[in-house]
């Protein structure tokens, strides 16, 4: 009989040796126990003895390892009979494991971002690194600590995608700012009241602070919906038109240059127009307008804001409506500077950017949003032989709840953590609250979307060419969204939370998708091969089909996305403005309630000079490599 020798050292993971403690032993068996409501202490000391006696045994007579007593601790556990503790301790070990890699990964992108010396990451500054380093830390502490095991690696595989996941539990997505309240009785942010503007320039800085304010309690967009009739209730009668265009490029001007208190990017402001028929509501909106067209000092493309135009027959959609000629003009900038996106969508909805679509009123918002990976559903279900359709309605019964989950951990948050939305009272059903009191019940007025991505490349595993292909997989298609909404709606009624159905925008997301895809099912034609899936329920864009057809193939899917769907317009150049009014119309007679044109757009970093890339600018012959590129990302123009 081997006799067991006694323990008193043990060997870490990172090659230390120290001084061994039996009580750990038992804390782990009893931790894992009191998982599966387990209680008997007297029972843990007893299998605890049994894991030393095994690994005192061991005939090498080296010096044991933690795995060593990990594993050990398993097949007692196993082999006395408590399986349901085994495998709370398997999960509590996983968990633990995943820790210390996340510690690793984190260190080596904290190394990534310190050493990153590409162009824009210098013309950021130390402030995006700090930032950046905050963002990768936030990240880590969230998927290690707080998401629950399955959440966490659904994210991980490709399964799901959690935007804005650094804020998980710290900020909702983004915020319809009830701005004429605002502008009528003033309001206090940061040190000291503000009060209300009496003249154009004074509400244009105003405006300024709010978006920031807004912004520095969410991390998504924020809206101001009816930004043209709001300012022209409050300004004076005979506000001219120089003094708009001197605020409202003021206004331009400062939503381009600061950034976000304590963060590092630009307000995500959305203003909405188009609408007011007013002789000072059209002036606001021509100044706006004219205002961003302009651009910056050089004549640098704006970035900020984004314009939401708003379409109404009767208004402004056809010649001869009152504020057709503002239609024109959003078009100019459109076809200049891609900063407009086109709503043709019922009374009062507000977007933030073009791709959030939220209900109507304001003083709420979207306060979480996931996106579903399409592809990836359809290609396990063919290669388990399972049925796509209840793998999908799988998948959103799945999210709607780590949405809930995620509502439930920002929930828990007290009201004075936001001091602006919550603390000013902006947030609708926020007056009552204390600022110790948590957020979770006015939280819920705002949306939750589950957002789609990639119908057309799911489309091709399941029926072998994309709803651009035929009428039948067309058909397909319509089934899945129709399907997919309703549940939205039924698990909304359920659960008592605003749930909605979002055609996600690329964004990202779908290259990351796509990539994640290729590793675990190799390279499929038409679907991994690409570099990224389309967004939502878009075409590729190599689909082969004139706009007019993409355009009624796609806006048939608009009305099913309670949280939004843009029909992004892409085209290799821009269009003359002529026919791109005509595609706007036609897009609001398709059904199409987001319309944005999409071509490439770069800035000159030695004039400033915007236009199409070029091998050389045309105004300062500056070399095309150095220009920066304006990518669309969150539904915001960013430099690339």
């Known amino acids: 009989m081997v006799m067991a020798r006694e323990i008193s050292e043990i060997q870490k993971r990172d090659g230390r040796i120290v001084a061994f403690d039996r009580s750990k032993i038992v804390a782990a068996i009893m931790r894992s126990a009191q998982a599966v409501q387990g209680s008997d202490y007297n029972l843990a000391d007893e299998l605890a003895q049994d894991v030393l006696r095994r690994v005192g045994t061991d005939a090498s007579g080296k010096i044991p390892t933690v795995e060593t007593i990990q594993d050990t601790i398993e097949k007692v556990l196993i082999e006395h009979g408590h399986a349901r503790t085994a495998k709370a301790f398997i999960l509590y070990r996983a968990r633990r494991s995943r820790i210390r890699e996340g510690k690793s ?19 950021a500054g130390s402030r995006w690194r700090r930032a950046a380093i905050g963002v990768a830390a936030s990240r ?18 490709g399964a799901i995608h959690l935007h804005g996941l650094a804020d998980y539990a710290q900020a909702p997505h983004g915020f319809v700012v009830p701005y004429l309240r605002l502008l009528q009785d003033g309001f206090a942010s940061g040190h000291g009241f503000m009060r209300a503007p009496k003249r154009a320039a004074s509400a244009a800085a105003l405006t300024s602070v709010i978006l920031q304010a807004a912004q520095a309690d969410c991390h998504g967009g924020q809206t101001l919906a009816t ?4 300012l022209a209730t409050v300004l004076p009668a005979q506000t001219t038109p120089a003094e708009l265009d001197q605020a ?13 208190q304590g963060g590092d990017h630009l307000p995500y402001a959305s203003l909405q127009v188009g609408l007011d028929v007013s002789p000072l509501g059209r002036e606001v909106t021509r100044a706006l307008l004219t205002a961003a067209g302009r651009g910056l000092g050089r004549g640098e493309a704006a970035l900020r804001p984004h314009v939401v135009f708003l379409l109404r027959a009767g208004v402004n959609l056809n010649p001869g409506d009152p504020n057709f000629d503002l239609t024109r003009q959003a078009v100019e900038l459109a076809c200049d500077r891609r900063l407009v996106t086109f709503v043709h969508d019922g009374e009062g909805v507000a977007y933030a950017g073009h791709e ?12 979480a949003r996931l996106s579903v990976n399409l592809p990836r559903l359809a290609l396990t279900a063919r290669r388990e032989a399972t049925d796509f359709h209840q793998a999908l309605d799988a998948a959103i019964r799945v999210a709607a709840q780590h949405l809930v989950h995620r509502l439930d951990a920002l929930g828990a948050r007290p009201a004075a953590d936001f001091p602006f939305l919550m603390g000013q009272r902006l947030w609708n059903g926020s007056a009552a609250l204390t600022p110790e009191a948590p957020i979770r019940d006015v939280l819920r007025e ?59 925008d690329a964004d990202g997301v779908s290259e990351r998708f796509a990539r994640l895809d290729r590793r675990e099912f190799g390279l499929i034609k038409g679907v991994t091969e690409m570099p990224g899936y389309s ?38 150049t821009t269009l003359p403005a002529e026919q791109a009014i005509a595609r706007v119309q036609a897009a609001a007679a398709a059904g199409v309630r987001a319309y944005a044109l999409d071509f490439p757009l770069s800035i000159c970093q030695g004039c400033g000079h915007t236009a199409a890339p070029v091998a050389e600018c045309a105004k300062c012959a500056s070399p095309g490599e150095t220009a920066r590129g304006i990518v669309r990302r969150r539904g915001y123009l960013e430099l690339s």
Do not use: K
């Open 535 to 572: 967004a939502g329920v878009s075409l590729p864009a190599d689909a082969g089909l004139a706009w007019h057809e993409r355009l009624t193939i796609e806006g048939a899917y608009a009305p099913l996305f309670a949280g939004g769907c843009v029909f992004r317009d892409v085209q290799p």
């Open 248 to 260: 409202m490029e003021s206004l331009v001007y400062n939503l381009n240059t600061m950034s976000v």
């Open 105 to 123: 990964e984190l260190m080596d992108t904290v190394a990534e971002i310190l050493s990153n010396d590409e162009a824009p990451a210098r013309a």
């Open 356 to 367: 959030a679509r939220v209900g109507a009123g304001t003083g709420v918002g979207q306060v």
């Open 446 to 504: 705002g949306t939750l979307a589950i957002g789609l991505v990639g119908l057309a490349q799911a489309l091709v595993v399941l029926a072998g060419e994309h709803h651009g292909g035929s009428p039948s997989v067309q058909a397909e298609g319509l089934t899945i969204i129709r399907r997919a909404a309703a549940l939205c709606a039924e698990l909304g009624d359920q659960l008592g939370v605003r749930l909605v159905l979002q055609s996600a």
């Open 140 to 157: 880590e502490f969230y998927m290690n600590r707080v998401l629950p095991e399955a959440m966490a690696e659904a994210h991980e595989a």
């Open 227 to 230: 930004f043209d009739s709001d």
